[in-house]
T-cell receptor, first 117, second 111 residues
Framework: NAGVTQTPKFRVLKTGQSMTLLCAQD?????MYWYRQDPGMGLRLIHY???????AKGEVPDGYNVSRLKKQNFLLGLESAAPSQTSVYFCASSYGFTSLTGQETQYFGPGTRLLVL | DQQVKQNSPSLSVQEGRISILNCDYT??????FLWYKKYPAEGPTFLISISSIKDKNEDGRFTVFLNKSAKHLSLHIVPSQPGDSAVYFCAAGGSQGNLIFGKGTKLSVKP
């Protein structure tokens, strides 16, 4: 199993350009997530999906859109990139959440480094 | 307002000694907690978790302690090894299903 994969690994954009980050998982997970990590800020949730065809906003959704057309894929789009979106983006997936057992574990991809000039 | 706080940005420990990483939270609705480890240029990897119905969970050299009344958890690594040098993130979750992450603590284990 490859687990969670992300493409591309690194990208440079000019302000105003658009791009799509692809996340794929082969663990048959229902839930998928997109985070961004900035220096000194930890991981912040952008959008997430609780199943195929569903999406929801996280903590920092502005400037991003997502789609979950297939269970195994979760796409993150930047319609008009801004320098403030320079970050490392991580995708994660999980079976779901079971707060009673406390065994909700998210599995992360290797990340995509995005630089917006 | 930060719901999950890791107040120590960095920690340096000698090889073979104990490493103690701390995490505080403010939301009493959190009912499970996780620790993730992250090496540079890699994604975070799950390390250990604990449910709010427990006060301790152990996995090899790693033990997580939960003090619900103080809204505090800690990760103990004994003995510490140079390969443990990484950034450690504390995360908390509740019925909403999302995890809230702390800002991380960079652990350096010196030979």
């Amino acid at each position: 199993n490859a687990g969670v994969t992300q493409t591309p690994k690194f990208r440079v954009l000019k302000t105003g350009q658009s791009m799509t980050l692809l996340c794929a998982q082969d663990m048959n997970h229902e839930y998928m997530y997109w985070y961004r990590q900035d220096p000194g800020m930890g991981l912040r949730l952008i959008h997430y999906s609780v199943g195929e065809g569903t999406t929801a906003k996280g903590e920092v959704p502005d400037g991003y859109n997502v789609s979950r057309l297939k269970k195994q894929n979760f796409l993150l789009g930047l319609e008009s990139a801004a320098p403030s979106q320079t970050s490392v983006y991580f995708c994660a997936s999980s079976y779901g959440f079971t707060s009673l057992t406390g065994q909700e574990t998210q599995y992360f991809g290797p990340g995509t480094r995005l630089l917006v000039l | 307002d930060q719901q999950v706080k890791q107040n120590s940005p960095s920690l340096s420990v000698q090889e073979g000694r104990i490493s103690i990483l701390n995490c505080d939270y403010t939301n009493s609705m959190f009912d499970y907690f996780l620790w993730y480890k992250k090496y540079p240029a890699e994604g975070p990897t799950f390390l250990i978790s604990i449910s709010s119905i427990k006060d301790k969970n152990e996995d090899g050299r790693f033990t997580v302690f939960l003090n619900k009344s103080a809204k505090h958890l800690s990760l103990h690594i004994v003995p510490s090894q140079p390969g443990d040098s990484a950034v450690y993130f504390c995360a908390a979750g509740g019925s909403q299903g999302n995890l809230i992450f702390g800002k991380g603590t960079k652990l350096s284990v010196k030979p």
